[in-house]
């Protein structure tokens, strides 16, 4: 049965009303394990649809409610009933109080949540607590059980995720669905894993004729290269031949990621006469500038 | 923020010049790894086949040395270690079990995806879902980098 704004008013009112009186049955500990079994119920309950985690009275949409009781036990519970006034509204917040003791009594055994109860969705607002649990807002037409809320918060999660992929891997903006980004996903990670095989096999074929003076350079020199950035003056630009690089048939994916930042910016210090020096000097600028690393600044 | 699940090692990015971005620390470490192993590679002169395993076998040793924050770096140095001697580790823990996906045909394919997936990563096999997708992103990074590093070395050697 709807209920007016008014009414609805007029329940929570009562029901603050009958809540002392409710928690002194229950004696000292009852307000604390009222509220355990309160925040419980908010994340398992097939009959307890109509609690949900609203502040506000204003945004609830009501509809019809019918709730079955099946099981009805203890002492205690038929005081409860006694207590409170006969509103057609409290008969409904009663019942659901009693349970709510009853799930106390029993253990908060699930057992005690299922049921045939025929209870539809009826939200109106709650004195549940937030607790520290994984909050999940139940919208409208969705169950609440535990499992549902549970499956619900662990594929948002994989969707979090799966956003965070598409900004790293290029190209994945256009394809929208998880199985067309992972396809991208896929194809990416094969491509890059090709490029190391093939880079490596020419490292092989080049190896003897590397020299390495890399550990000629001293840690300050680098450090030097990387804090003067902001004065270096370009003197050798080193521009590669993008073309060269044979492994481009991926036409689709985006390798501006790997082939942008070619260009060197030597800081004026570190004239060195060794072109080996020069090189890795370049090698760190080139890495140091490009959009990867702004990735991991990038918030 | 959504980037620290892949961005383990966020760091502030400030102007102090001890700070680096985790790009620039691991690309040091990658080279300061490869190098060193390239000269030695180089000093010992092998048939060029075998060199060529080698080279390879040291690139991917570098990687993993140089992202050991991350698990699949574990995962590549077992395999590293372990393809000396003949392997027959791989444990299939399927990923059927772990998706808890409704059977029909889109998800079919999805969970095929990320079987693939599973294969491309160094130690899928053994992840669920959300750790594979977590360990992708940065995976995808750290191999980004390599291939700039080792296009770098190519490069200026020729």
Same mark, same amino acid.
């Given at each position: 049965?709807?209920?007016?704004?008014?009414?609805?008013?007029? #329940?929570?009112?009562?029901?603050?009303?009958?809540?002392?009186?409710?928690?002194?049955?229950?004696?000292?500990?009852?307000?604390?394990?009222?509220?355990?079994?309160?925040?419980?119920?908010?994340?398992?309950?097939?009959? &307890?649809?109509?609690?949900?985690? @609203? !502040?506000?009275?204003?945004?609830?949409?009501?509809?019809?409610?019918?709730?079955?009781?099946?099981?009805?036990?203890?002492?205690?519970?038929?005081?409860?009933?006694? +207590?409170?006034?006969?509103?057609? /509204?409290?008969?409904? *917040?009663?019942?659901?109080?009693?349970?709510?003791?009853?799930?106390? /009594?029993?253990?908060?055994?699930?057992?005690?949540?299922?049921?045939?109860?025929?209870?539809?969705?009826?939200?109106?607002?709650?004195?549940?607590?937030?607790?520290?649990?994984?909050?999940?807002?139940?919208?409208?037409?969705?169950?609440?059980?535990?499992?549902?809320?549970?499956?619900?918060?662990?594929?948002?999660?994989?969707?979090?995720?799966?956003?965070?992929?598409?900004?790293?891997?290029?190209?994945?903006?256009?394809?929208?669905?998880?199985?067309?980004? +992972?396809?991208?996903?896929?194809?990416?990670?094969?491509?890059?894993?090709?490029?190391?095989?093939?880079?490596? &096999?020419?490292?092989?074929?080049?190896?003897?004729?590397?020299?390495?003076?890399?550990?000629?350079?001293?840690?300050?020199?680098?450090?030097?290269?990387?804090?003067?950035?902001?004065?270096?003056?370009?003197?050798?630009? &080193? &521009?590669?031949?993008?073309?060269?690089?044979?492994?481009?048939?991926?036409?689709?994916?985006?390798?501006?990621?790997?082939?942008?930042?070619?260009? *060197?910016?030597?800081?004026?210090?570190?004239?060195?006469?060794?072109?080996?020096?020069?090189?890795?000097?370049?090698? @760190?600028?080139?890495?140091?500038?490009?959009?990867?690393?702004?990735?991991?600044?990038?918030? | 923020?959504?980037?620290?699940?892949?961005?383990?090692?966020?760091?502030?990015?400030?102007?102090?010049?001890?700070?680096?971005?985790?790009?620039?620390?691991?690309?040091?470490?990658?080279?300061?790894?490869?190098?060193?192993?390239?000269?030695?590679?180089?000093?010992?002169?092998?048939?060029?086949?075998? $060199?060529?395993? *080698?080279?390879?076998?040291?690139?991917?040793?570098?990687?993993?040395?140089?992202?050991?924050?991350?698990? #699949?770096?574990?995962?590549?140095?077992?395999?590293?270690?372990?393809?000396?001697?003949?392997?027959?580790?791989?444990?299939?823990?399927?990923?059927?079990?772990?998706?808890?996906?409704?059977?029909?045909?889109?998800?079919?394919?999805?969970?095929?995806?990320?079987?693939?997936?599973?294969?491309?990563?160094?130690?899928?096999?053994?992840?669920?879902? !959300?750790?594979?997708?977590?360990?992708?992103? $940065? @995976?995808?990074?750290?191999?980004?980098?390599?291939?700039?590093?080792?296009?770098?070395?190519?490069?200026?050697? *020729?």
């Amino acid at each position: 049965m709807d209920l007016s704004v008014l009414e609805r008013v007029n #329940w929570l009112q009562q029901q603050q009303m009958v809540s002392p009186d409710f928690f002194e049955i229950l004696g000292s500990d009852g307000r604390e394990e009222l509220k355990r079994v309160e925040s419980y119920l908010g994340n398992n309950n097939d009959e &307890m649809q109509g609690f949900r985690h @609203y !502040e506000t009275i204003d945004g609830c949409i009501s509809r019809t409610s019918s709730f079955q009781m099946e099981q009805v036990k203890n002492n205690e519970e038929n005081r409860v009933i006694a +207590l409170q006034p006969k509103r057609k /509204t409290e008969g409904k *917040t009663e019942k659901i109080e009693n349970k709510k003791k009853k799930i106390k /009594t029993e253990d908060e055994t699930e057992s005690s949540m299922k049921g045939k109860s025929n209870m539809s969705n009826s939200e109106t607002s709650s004195e549940i607590q937030k607790r520290d649990y994984i909050h999940v807002r139940a919208r409208r037409g969705e169950a609440t059980d535990r499992h549902s809320l549970a499956e619900r918060a662990r594929r948002e999660k994989l969707s979090k995720k799966m956003k965070c992929l598409q900004d790293i891997v290029p190209g994945c903006n256009k394809v929208t669905g998880k199985a067309g980004m +992972l396809d991208e996903i896929i194809n990416y990670v094969q491509s890059l894993q090709q490029q190391v095989e093939f880079l490596s &096999m020419k490292l092989s074929v080049l190896n003897p004729e590397l020299e390495f003076h890399i550990n000629e350079l001293s840690t300050k020199q680098f450090q030097a290269c990387f804090t003067d950035l902001p004065e270096a003056v370009s003197k050798q630009p &080193m &521009m590669v031949d993008a073309s060269s690089f044979p492994l481009q048939q991926h036409g689709s994916l985006d390798y501006s990621l790997i082939n942008s930042n070619q260009t *060197t910016i030597l800081s004026s210090k570190d004239q060195t006469s060794s072109s080996w020096e020069i090189h890795s000097q370049c090698l @760190y600028n080139n890495l140091r500038t490009d959009s990867v690393s702004s990735f991991f600044s990038h918030k | 923020m959504e980037r620290q699940m892949i961005n383990k090692k966020k760091r502030v990015f400030s102007f102090e010049p001890t700070k680096l971005p985790p790009s620039e620390v691991f690309t040091r470490k990658y080279i300061s790894h490869l190098v060193p192993a390239l000269k030695k590679l180089n000093m010992g002169k092998s048939s060029p086949q075998i $060199n060529q395993l *080698t080279v390879k076998r040291e690139v991917d040793k570098a990687l993993a040395l140089s992202a050991q924050e991350f698990a #699949w770096s574990r995962f590549l140095l077992q395999k590293l270690s372990s393809s000396n001697n003949p392997t027959t580790t791989t444990s299939s823990s399927s990923i059927q079990t772990q998706i808890l996906e409704r059977s029909n045909d889109e998800d079919g394919e999805i969970e095929e995806k990320l079987k693939e997936l599973q294969k491309l990563l160094p130690g899928g096999e053994e992840m669920n879902v !959300e750790e594979i997708l977590t360990e992708i992103g $940065n @995976y995808i990074k750290c191999l980004e980098l390599q291939t700039s590093a080792l296009k770098s070395i190519v490069q200026d050697a *020729t």
